[in-house]
């Protein structure tokens, strides 16, 4: 590959979409009762209104799959129930035939289970807890708590705590806002926790696409993201890379373009075309140069002591890895404050990603510069 006919956009494009392909799905399951609010829950933790937007069809009499392109996810979900206790262990008995089938194929294995009870009605039956023991025999279940609003909900929730259920965990929370009156309002609340335990539960693979798949938790995501590129710097910049001529700098913008990718992926946002060809903009263009390319022919060098900025000279692979440690770091905040502001409905001109983008990686640079001296 020349650098001269190389197209970061069209690089970024495919590489993105490929990081999505080999992203296996989280498998979940849903249980709850008629009123429980699982589908509120589903649009207030996963991306899209996923509830109201995704594909539903039909796996069992009482069980439907909910699925959307581009969102590494499936759900398994309880239609509406209202049923006797005899009919809901006939459910039970569907949902661990389900999870019994599904276990064959590692892809469509159930990873867990969120079990979901309204706190409002303040009573958890007999038959519940037999069918939390079951399913819990099976895979790691949440107990989830909805409509978790004032001291009797809190207090019910106590109360399962310390009858120590066969679960992996109670979590509690309010899912959307509820008004109390007027002007009065409580705020959603405890959905963070909820990802959280969700995601110590799961295995590697199904970890990274629930990070992509939510939208509750941008630092989470973020963490994630820093955690994965310090790895691949580290083997691959750190190590990696043998002294590269300064002239010639640009031969790493490949491996850039794949460690981005890989982070877009992890991320999840809305990864239409404008947005891809905006972010990479924002990097440094199109004409066959990232910002570490850029930066490099514009005495980027400068920000790292001992590095060299002798034209001709060379780049060692700890200077490549500082760089490259900047770009990523630089490109995960810009991430951040990208998807909060999608999870608040609002958009980022491209203008302004690139301004805040190269804010950012002088920052970082500047950060590298003061731990060397």
Same mark, same amino acid.
């Given at each position: 590959?020349?650098?001269?006919?190389?197209?970061? @956009?069209?690089?970024?494009?495919?590489?993105?979409?490929? *990081?999505?392909?080999?992203? +296996?799905p989280v498998?979940?399951?849903?249980? =709850?009762?008629?009123?429980?609010?699982?589908?509120?829950?589903?649009?207030?933790?996963?991306?899209?209104?996923?509830?109201?937007?995704?594909?539903? @069809?039909?796996?069992?009499?009482?069980?439907?799959?909910? *699925?959307?392109?581009?969102? +590494?996810?499936?759900?398994?979900?309880?239609? =509406?129930l209202e049923l006797s206790a005899e009919a809901l262990m006939g459910v039970t008995e569907e949902v661990l035939g389900v999870i019994e089938e599904k276990a064959i194929d590692p892809k469509e294995a159930i990873h867990i289970l969120w079990y979901c009870i309204n706190a409002g009605n303040n009573r958890i039956e007999e038959y519940e807890i037999e069918m939390l023991r079951k399913f819990?025999?099976?895979?790691?279940?949440?107990l989830v708590l909805t409509q978790c609003i004032g001291e009797p909900?809190?207090?019910?929730?106590e109360m399962l705590k310390r009858m120590n259920l066969p679960v992996a965990g109670v979590a509690t929370l309010l899912a959307k806002a509820y008004p109390i009156g007027t002007g009065i309002t409580v705020p959603p609340w405890g959905l963070q926790e909820l990802v959280r335990m969700s995601y110590d539960l799961l295995p590697e693979d199904a970890s990274y696409s629930f990070i992509n798949a939510q939208q509750v938790d941008i630092e989470k995501k973020a963490a994630v993201a820093r955690r994965w590129a310090k790895g691949y710097i580290a083997t691959t910049c750190g190590v990696g890379f043998v002294p590269v001529p300064f002239s010639d700098a640009a031969v790493l913008v490949p491996m850039q373009i794949s460690m981005l990718a890989h982070i877009t992926a992890i991320f999840g946002i809305s990864m239409s075309k404008a947005t891809i060809t905006s972010l990479v903009a924002s990097i440094g263009g199109t004409g066959g140069a990232t910002m570490l390319g850029r930066y490099i022919v514009s005495n980027a060098l400068k920000f790292i002591p001992g590095a060299g900025t002798v034209l001709g000279g060379l780049i060692s692979g700890a200077t490549a890895g500082v760089l490259t440690t900047a770009l990523a770091m630089s490109y995960i905040e810009l991430l951040t404050i990208i998807s909060k502001r999608e999870a608040?409905?609002?958009?980022?001109?491209?203008e302004e990603m690139s301004s805040i983008m190269k804010d950012l990686y002088i920052k970082y640079l500047e950060l590298s510069k003061k731990k060397k001296t």
């Open positions: 590959m020349t650098i001269m006919s190389y197209n970061p @956009l069209t690089d970024m494009l495919q590489k993105t979409e490929e *990081e999505l392909r080999n992203m +296996p498998n979940m399951m849903l249980v =709850g009762n008629t009123g429980a609010g699982k589908s509120t829950l589903i649009n207030a933790v996963f991306r899209e209104e996923l509830a109201t937007t995704g594909q539903g @069809l039909p796996v069992t009499k009482h069980l439907r799959r909910i *699925e959307k392109p581009g969102i +590494p996810l499936v759900l398994y979900d309880t239609r =509406g819990s025999e099976k895979i790691p279940v949440i909900t809190m207090e019910f929730a608040d409905g609002k958009t980022m001109p491209g």
